[in-house]
Nanobody, 121 residues
Framework: QVQLVESGGGLVQAGGSLRLSCAAS????????MGWFRQAPGKEREFVAA????????YYADSVKGRFTISRDNAKNTVYLQMNRLKPEDTAVYYC??????????????WGQGTQVTVSS
């Protein structure tokens, strides 16, 4: 069993930055890959970013590549999502998930409760 708690969401103007955090408990963080997903109103949940167990390999959706950075601190059992140059279309509830895997698409086994990110134009 894995428990995930996201934080760091909020309201920001377009072009601004936010850093999301996901604190994990229940299992050592370095035993699995982790990821971020988001869901905008009226849309399906979509993959944002993922990071390997050791933090060496990262993956990004094309829509955030070059603007978002995923990282992890296994000693703190925490994964981060640094979001820069935010756009109104980034507005969504952001979810942390673990472990994550990619088959036909990215998916996760356990999910946090989500944190709202709102980007105003």
């Amino acid at each position: 069993q894995v428990q995930l708690v996201e934080s760091g969401g909020g309201l920001v103007q377009a072009g601004g930055s936010l850093r999301l955090s996901c604190a994990a408990s229940g299992r050592a963080l370095n035993t699995y890959a982790m990821g971020w997903f988001r869901q905008a109103p009226g849309k399906e949940r979509e993959f944002v970013a993922a990071i390997s167990r050791g933090g060496i390999t990262t993956y990004y959706a094309d829509s955030v590549k070059g603007r978002f950075t995923i990282s992890r601190d296994n000693a703190k059992n925490t994964v981060y999502l640094q979001m820069n140059r935010l756009k109104p279309e980034d507005t969504a509830v952001y979810y942390c998930a673990a472990p994550v895997q990619r088959k036909s698409s990215w998916s996760g086994d356990y999910w946090g409760q989500g944190t709202q990110v709102t980007v105003s134009s």
